[in-house]
T-cell receptor, first 114, second 113 residues
């Protein structure tokens, strides 16, 4: 099993550009989520999904869109990139529909917005 | 409202000495608490999880944590630090909803030779 994979590993954008961060898992997990990690702040939840076709907002959803057309994939779209979105982004998945099970994390995407 | 406070941003110990990383939580109901570890330039990995089955929880790599309801604490300990334990550690609590977690700000563990 590859586990949770994320692409790209690094990305530099200019303000106003858009892009999609890819996330895929091969463990047939129902729950998937996107976090951003900023220094001194821990991880903050952006969006999550409890199954294909179902998504919901987390703590910091503004400026991001998600969709879940399959169990395996959960892409995160930045619509109009801003310097405040410079961060490290982690995708995670877990068995079941709740957040009470172990989450498996991808390696992260380091995004810089100039 | 649920919250998680990690009381130290950095902890420095000598190799072979005990480790204590402190975490306090607030919760309006029985919490689900986790400790995750992040090694430099790597992803996050679950160390251990509390879900009310036992107050002393054993995790991987010799770590354990004790849930103390009266003190609203879930401190992480290890009897003897190893150089490979140098990493950042996060205490995590489940929020009101079953679908969201709240993360502490993290504690960086430094191991001196």
């Amino acid at each position: 099993n590859a586990g949770v994979t994320q692409t790209p590993k690094f990305q530099v954008l200019k303000t106003g550009q858009s892009m999609t961060l890819q996330c895929a898992q091969d463990m047939n997990h129902e729950y998937m989520s996107w976090y951003r990690q900023d220094p001194g702040m821990g991880l903050r939840l952006i969006h999550y999904s409890v199954g294909a076709g179902i998504t919901d907002q987390g703590e910091v959803p503004n400026g991001y869109n998600v969709s879940r057309s399959t169990t395996e994939d959960f892409p995160l779209r930045l619509l109009l990139a801003a310097p405040s979105q410079t961060s490290v982004y982690f995708c995670a998945s877990s068995y079941g529909q709740g957040s009470y099970n172990e989450q498996f994390f991808g390696p992260g995407t380091r995004l810089t917005v100039l | 409202a649920q919250s998680v406070t990690q009381l130290d941003s950095h902890v420095s110990v000598s190799e072979g000495t005990p480790v204590l990383l402190r975490c306090n939580y607030s919760s309006s109901y029985s919490p689900s608490l986790f400790w995750y570890v992040q090694h430099p330039n790597k992803g996050l990995q679950l160390l251990l999880k509390y879900t009310s089955a036992a107050t002393l929880v054993k995790g991987i790599n010799g770590f354990e944590a004790e849930f103390k309801k009266s003190e609203t604490s879930f401190h992480l300990t290890k009897p003897s630090a190893h150089m490979s334990d140098a990493a950042e550690y996060f205490c995590v609590n489940r929020m009101d909803s079953n679908y969201q977690l709240i993360w502490g700000a993290g504690t960086k563990l430094i191991i001196k030779p």
